[in-house]
């Protein structure tokens, strides 16, 4: 019975790190890196014409 519980933590363990390498790599709830929400939040560069 030991053994099923461990096993059962490592199972939600190994899918809570999945989830987390998952949604860093989408960016929905933490974004991969400050400078990405950094350059997100920037205003963009004016266009310029000829």
């Known amino acids: 019975m030991l053994s099923l519980l461990i096993l059962?933590?490592?199972?939600l363990f190994a899918a809570l790190v999945?989830?987390?390498i998952i949604d860093?790599?989408?960016g929905i709830m933490f974004p991969a890196?400050?400078?990405?929400a950094d350059?997100?939040?920037?205003q963009p560069l004016p266009d310029i014409s000829n």
């Open 33 to 36: 890196s400050a400078d990405d």
């Open 18 to 20: 999945l989830i987390l």
């Open 8 to 11: 059962a933590t490592l199972y």
């Open 24 to 26: 860093r790599s989408v």
């Open 39 to 42: 350059t997100a939040a920037a």
